[in-house]
């Protein structure tokens, strides 16, 4: 099929035999509404990825980062080259899947920044009900027009992100530690 | 058995779904996909009393809580609230080195763990662009096999053994037994083995291995038809399963339901077949399809489906025996550990070894989805790597997750025993639901 006919289209990218068609995010239900009538009818996955700090991870190698030299880690070795930087904070990706002979997959993606609502796809497949719920309990993405947009993994009371690159590791508070 | 026709006889538009559905329109419900609401006039009567099943009830197959209402005996509103078992691998695969995230996949679907190791293994075997030798190509596909069978026998006895037919969790882990004596011979481990590696296998396949595997490959057939023996005409397991839980081939795809569950409802579909991967495309078997989408059908799939996996580790090993000499890891010292009678004797084996077990070694920039068909369905990984030695973001399409999306929809009119069969034929492991 051709992806310039997906409304909203940004560009395509074939990568790893894979295509990622990058969307406008604000088209992303059209988009999504289109894709599922030229056959894409399974929506294997929705996932979101945070790209703070994306390049400046700690350094001593050949070529320099954004970052500099990481005193901390002198035992890592740098990136051979910079990675490629990314338009926004976030990446939202959605694997699809058309059930035909042979399978087509494609991978739409749109990008967010922080706080920044996308509209939710539940309406053209029902299965992204619980996905997109884990990436707004995950990742802190809102997705508008969801009708039950509450936490999935983490308690209800949770605060913050976990897989948030800001939220650290072992981020949970220890209870009933003292003064019990 | 059921086979659907073969494929190219009916137009391409048709295909997959090859039956006509069992019941007409939508079931799924209208708000909210995953939460079936109590209709407000029967809430009105106030007649509708709310009880919550689990977390912890020894029906749920792990740690999943059901808050279901019930009108008498009828199942009027159900929400499925999962989480109890979230463990954030997700997060801590991010500060492992590529080469010790392997090890996580396995705890993530306990059950099916050889599939979920494979699937994180293939999606960084396609971000380093490696080639595995054929030894281990087919030694995967046999593990994978033989795990499939073992999820499925779990599935089986505990499913049997939620509806009172005790004696079948007996026989379905005897034989359970027996694979994981397999693995243990194989990889020194009885489940998470960390046998696959990047590259291919940890180590050749022991001797003593074929043999045994052999046995097990003769036995198994008339395993199965001591389960069906038992099972297939037996009045109780037939009452409750028939007719109980049904979902068409529509409802099925657009909760985006995998594996037997999507089988089961009349869509011939099958990644092992359709987009094969390891050695699939090189072995003989047929994809079981029903067309009820119930209970039982769904259990009848998973039945077929030990039968023919039982075939194709069959041919794995007359193909593997052919091969007994050959590699079973990739040659590339960058990534794949030296062999360890060379590090007494090579300067920069040992040097090898050192970088890849301190700093990991680094796989290029770039994203990919790996998709596999476990024994519960499409099992997918999202990787990003930075080209750094640490994955920058790993993510998992986890089947028992999505699986767990259509227990609202499958629950029209049941009665509050009928639950307990259909959680349980959604074959849910909540390691892999909650991650």
Known sequence: MSWERIPGFVSVKEALGETTVTIETAWILDACEHARGEGFSFLADIVATDYLGWGDRGVSGYIGTAGGRDLNHPMTQGYQKLPESKPKRFSLSYHLLAMRQPPVRVRLQCWLDEDEPVQSVVSVWPTADWHEREQFDMMGIRFEGHPNLARLLMPDDWDGHPLRKDYPLGGEPVRFSEAE | ?435
């Open chain 2, 1 to 435: 058995m059921t086979i659907a026709p073969e494929r190219g006889s009916r137009s391409m538009r048709d295909w997959p779904v090859v039956f006509p559905p069992p019941y007409q329109g939508s079931r799924i419900p209208k708000r909210v996909p995953t939460i079936l609401d109590v209709p407000a006039e029967l809430l009105a009567t106030g007649d509708v009393m709310q009880i919550n099943f689990g977390p912890n009830h020894p029906s749920t197959h792990g740690v999943l809580r059901l808050i279901v209402d019930l009108d008498g005996e009828q199942v009027v509103g159900l929400n499925a609230v999962i989480g109890y078992l979230h463990t954030g691998f997700e997060k801590t695969m991010e500060h492992k080195t590529w080469w010790k995230c392997v090890t996580y996949p396995e705890r993530i679907d306990y059950v099916g763990y050889q599939n979920a190791e494979l699937v994180f293994v293939l999606a960084v075997e396609k971000l380093l662009e490696l080639e595995t030798p054929e030894k281990a190509i087919w030694m995967r596909t046999l593990l994978c096999e033989l795990n499939r069978i073992h999820s499925h026998l779990v599935f089986l006895g505990t499913s049997a053994l939620e509806l009172g037919a005790i004696s079948m969790f007996w026989y379905c882990f005897r034989e359970r037994e027996t694979i994981l004596d397999l693995y243990e011979m194989v990889a020194g481990a009885r489940m998470h083995t960390r046998y696959f590696q990047i590259g291919g296998l940890a180590e050749d396949i022991p001797a003593g291995f074929f043999p045994e595997c052999r046995k097990f490959v003769e036995w198994m057939p008339r395993a199965l038809d001591d389960y069906l023996a038992l099972l297939d005409r037996n009045a109780i397991w037939l009452e409750r399963t028939k007719g109980v839980g049904v979902l068409s081939a529509e409802d099925a795809i657009a909760l985006g339901q995998s594996g037997p569950n999507l089988r089961a409802s009349g869509v011939d579909w099958d990644l092992r077949r359709d987009q094969p991967y390891l050695a699939y495309d090189q072995v003989d078997f047929r994809v079981p399809c029903y067309r009820n989408g119930d209970v039982y059908d769904r259990y009848r799939v998973r039945m077929d489906e030990m039968a023919e996996s039982v075939r194709i580790v069959d041919q794995c090993l007359r193909r593997l025996e052919r091969l007994e000499g050959t590699p079973w890891i990739a040659d590339d010292r960058k990534v794949v550990l030296p062999p360890r009678e060379e590090l007494h004797t090579s300067m920069e084996s040992l040097i090898h070894h050192f970088k890849i077990v301190t700093e990991g070694f680094r796989v290029p920039e770039g994203e990919v989805y790996a998709a596999i068909e476990s024994p519960r369905g499409e099992s997918g990984c999202y990787l990003v790597s930075d080209g750094g030695p640490k994955p920058w973001r790993v993510h998992f399409r986890a089947p028992s997750f999505v699986a767990l999306e259509a227990t609202a929809t499958c629950m029209h009119d049941a009665l509050v025993a009928d639950l307990i069969a259909i959680v349980g034929s959604l074959d849910a492991v909540m390691g892999d639901t909650d991650r």
